[in-house]
């Protein structure tokens, strides 16, 4: 039974996952993945795909779709995750009862030449300004709907600094978010959807300057449970098998800030050796649970039904 990786630049967690999971007796092997051309009869030679790289790369989202249709697991789900946003997710997770910074979705700023006037009659114009701030208070984060890695992120003191931002997002659909002023911040691995980690995290910190930092009485039992009982509740309800959630604490509330991460942060000499290890052991335990089926992917899929069970079998 083989677990193929898919990846991007990283280096230390492929090397390691096949290293620790080949010398494993966990009854599965790993591998890169190598695919070319691929046919649309084709059948996956993989139990288990580790997608940590597709998001980026439209040909490995299509061909991790297909390969599903061989009974594949993929880890994450390509379906849901080409469908997922972070707006979405902070709406639900409000409704499931998760503490959330108050957020208000914007209409973007620029739009294709095809876009005209007549596109957007739809839309409210000029958006109320004054009363979104009014609900979001300020300083805000403005951030894109969908986006990752810090990437096109503010933090907003003014009106005046919003607008100033806004105009400049081009047709990046964006996102007005509360700051939460926190005591303590934690990034938490869940891999499984049972699986938590909860990671002292220092954001103001660059990367690889000693963002996570290891400190046992950072959090009290109460609040670690809460938290670890919400990572469950969240990637249970969004699907994902794979997933870091990040919480801002302020006055011993933890506040979701961002928690649809996919492909998250995996690099050793980031994360640190305690947590990398972790990461390593609680992902390998998994690609063999599913690669055996003892716990059954794509279960959500409606589609799914119609696999043809000596195909996944076979595998």
């Known amino acids: 039974m083989k677990v193929g990786l898919l990846v991007g630049r990283e280096s230390s967690f492929p090397e390691e996952f096949i290293k620790y999971v080949n010398s494993s007796n966990l009854g599965i092997e790993a591998e890169m993945v190598k695919v070319g051309g691929y046919k649309a009869d084709e059948l996956s030679k993989y139990s288990v795909i580790i997608d940590r790289i597709s998001h980026e790369v439209p040909f490995y989202r299509s061909y991790l779709k297909a390969a599903a249709l061989s009974g594949t697991a993929i880890i994450n789900n390509p ?8 707006f979405f997710g902070t709406a639900l997770l409000e409704r499931l009862g998760i503490a959330i910074p108050k957020t208000v979705l914007l209409p973007q700023r620029g739009y294709i030449d095809a876009i005209t006037g007549e596109s957007l009659r739809n839309l409210e114009f000029p958006l109320d300004w004054k009363a979104i701030v009014e609900y979001t208070g300020m300083p805000a984060i403005m951030k894109p709907f969908d986006g990752g890695g810090w990437k096109n992120v503010y933090k907003l003191d003014s009106l005046e600094e919003l607008i100033y931002y806004y105009d400049r997002t081009g047709t990046i659909c964006m996102m007005l978010q509360e700051f939460i002023n926190f005591d303590r911040y934690v990034r938490c691995y869940t891999i499984g959807r049972k699986n938590v980690r909860i990671m002292p995290y220092d954001p103001s910190k660059p990367y690889l300057q000693g963002q996570y930092f290891l400190d046992k009485d950072y959090l009290d039992p109460k609040l670690e449970k809460r938290i670890i009982d919400d990572c469950i509740k969240l990637n249970e309800a969004l699907g994902y098998d794979m997933n870091t959630a990040e919480f801002a604490i302020r006055d011993g509330i933890p506040y979701a800030i961002d928690f649809t991460n996919p492909a998250p ?7 640190g050796p305690e947590n990398f290890k972790w990461m390593i052991e609680a992902m390998a335990e998994l690609c063999a ?3 055996k089926g003892k716990h059954q992917a794509n279960r959500d899929l409606k589609w799914s039904s119609f696999l043809n069970p000596k195909l996944v079998a076979a595998k």
């Open 79 to 86: 379906f849901w995750w080409s469908a997922d946003d972070k």
């Open 289 to 291: 649970s599913y690669a």
């Open 265 to 271: 942060d995996a690099d050793l000499h980031s994360v």
